[in-house]
């Protein structure tokens, strides 16, 4: 039988020559893919060590380093389920997703080792390692510490498609986070479609400034550019000028609508300066049409933007050779499948606004512990519903025109209002919340609240207090920008809230 496990697809295509560098790193130094190989093995051979088998779940919330992508790795080598988590989650959040997933191992900075240990209530306890980068920029922690005692070879463990390969949490509506199974088949397929639309190649030079605990960093950047056999600037976080730097001696940009809109605060952004680059790609959140137009003007380049979720990573693409029209996010991926229904999940024709709903191979195994939820989710024939509201013209280009479940995108991270209207519910002297997206500069949608008081509080607590409160349970990705305290929330005949008017009411709030 031919080994699906996904780092076996990915070693297939490594170079030829291992000594190729697969990182270069913000300190200068770089990791060839003999190393990238040897790292790997190292945390495979650790985690069998510690006990993990098959199916295990390995926990990580750690800032982006080498380590981090070895850890990943290491994981599909082992057959164990990786689970990143979001560096920004408190421990309050971060309990909900270890009762779960209950994981074997957990891989955090030494900080927050001992909070997350006090959250554990499964038995058995989870090993905890740590994880962090020192001032010198090198990967520090037990984790590390531990990887030099192991064998640097590993024989990487025979999996089918359809083996869990990562677990992905991704709120509902109900405030109740989903975990989303994710396989060695999605990811392996999703990244060779990517490879191939998008015309990798070994020769290309990825600038990768994303986190890695998101499928846009770690799935779609980073699986794409190994199972190419080309090279990436693996950078801490995202700065212009770094960036910038850069772009001379490199093809391809992979970036949230954020990224482009910094970049063009700056001078240097020219088409001299982009000169070698050969593809820029945007997604994770919607990018304004008049972004696309001056990007264009600047550079002479035009962005490819796409659309994916949690749940089945790329779905749609723009093209690479063709028209790439603002305010769309493309064509179906091959051998994926899309359709714009109604409510019962009947197509609906071209043009005009439904569900989108997909089918493929990208399209992942169900909820975590969660049948009933699964179920709720997909059609009898199979296809998925995305909960996004899209239109398809009559060449099946599709355009999300907004989106159900109240999704808000702020950053290019999925924000969920009822996580956050729960959260300011609990605070003394408040009667209900409404949390609403509105149009910001920088991140695209910022997260604001609406807060009533209980009658005759008003004036008990401020907006300060309101933020000071959702801080102490909350990532600050989810933390509202703006709070209004208001008398009642504005509702219908039907008494159901109205978030629209309040959206329009406070559409200026970050202009």
Not at 45 to 52: A, F, P
Not at 125 to 154: R, W, Y
Not at 190 to 199: E, G, P, T, V, Y
Not at 315 to 332: K, L, Q
């Amino acid at each position: 039988m031919t080994n699906q496990n996904l780092y076996a697809v990915l070693e297939k295509n490594f170079p030829k020559d291992r000594s190729k560098v697969c990182l270069y790193l913000p300190d200068g130094s770089t990791c060839s893919y003999e190393e990238l190989d040897q790292k790997a093995a190292q945390v495979a051979n650790l985690l069998k060590n510690k006990g993990v088998k098959k199916g295990d779940r390995v926990a990580m919330q750690t800032g982006k380093c080498p380590t981090s992508v070895f850890l990943y790795l290491g994981c599909l080598r082992a057959g164990a389920a990786f689970l990143p988590l979001n560096t920004a989650y408190t421990d309050k959040e971060l309990a909900y997703f270890f009762d779960n997933a209950q994981p074997a191992v957990i891989v955090c900075v030494p900080d927050r080792a001992d909070g997350i240990a006090s959250v554990i209530e499964f038995e058995p306890k989870p090993e905890i390692l740590t994880l962090t980068v020192n001032e010198d920029s090198h990967d520090v922690g037990s984790l590390p510490e531990a990887m030099l005692a192991q064998p640097t070879s590993f024989e990487t463990e025979v999996l089918t498609n359809d083996d869990l390969a990562c677990i992905l949490y991704t709120s509902g509506t109900t405030g109740r986070s989903k975990g989303a199974m994710i396989s060695h088949a999605n990811l392996s397929t999703n990244a060779q479609a990517l490879h191939d639309i998008w015309h990798w190649s070994n020769d290309d030079h990825l600038i990768h400034a994303l986190p890695v605990f998101h499928v846009h960093g770690l799935f779609v950047a980073l699986n794409t550019m190994l199972i190419a056999g080309a090279s990436c600037h693996f950078l801490n976080k995202f700065d212009p000028n770094e960036v910038l730097d850069l772009m001379a001696r490199s093809t391809v940009m992979m970036g949230v609508p954020t990224f482009y809109t910094r970049l063009m605060a700056e001078d240097r952004l020219t088409a001299e300066q982009t000169a070698s680059m050969r593809l820029f790609i945007s997604g994770s959140a919607p990018m304004l049409e008049e972004t696309h137009a001056q990007f264009t003007k600047k550079t002479g380049h035009r962005i490819l933007e796409r659309y994916g979720m949690t749940e089945a990573g790329m779905i749609t693409s723009n093209p690479y050779e063709g028209d790439r029209i603002p305010g769309t996010v493309g064509f179906a991926l091959p051998d994926v499948s899309v359709r714009v229904a109604d409510t019962q999940g009947n197509e609906l024709p071209h043009c005009e606004v439904g569900i989108l709903e997909i089918t493929g191979p990208n399209v992942f195994l169900g909820y975590w512990e969660m049948p009933e939820k699964t179920a709720e989710e997909f059609r009898p024939d199979g296809y998925f519903i995305t909960g996004d509201m899209a239109t398809s013209d009559d060449k099946g280009r599709i355009s999300i025109v907004g989106r159900g479940k109240d999704l808000i995108i702020s950053g290019g991270y999925n924000v969920y209002p009822k996580e956050i209207e729960l959260c300011l519910d609990d605070m003394e002297g408040v009667l209900e919340t409404a949390v609403i997206g509105l149009p910001h500069p920088d991140f695209g949608e910022g997260v604001a609240a609406v807060v009533v008081p209980l009658p005759n509080s008003k004036g008990s607590f401020t907006e300060a207090d309101v933020m000071a409160h959702a801080k102490k349970d909350l990532a600050s990705f989810k933390v509202p920008k703006r709070i209004y305290i208001i008398d009642q929330l504005p509702r219908n005949t039907m008494g159901k809230v109205q978030k629209n008017i309040m959206r329009d009411q406070y559409k200026e709030a970050f202009s």
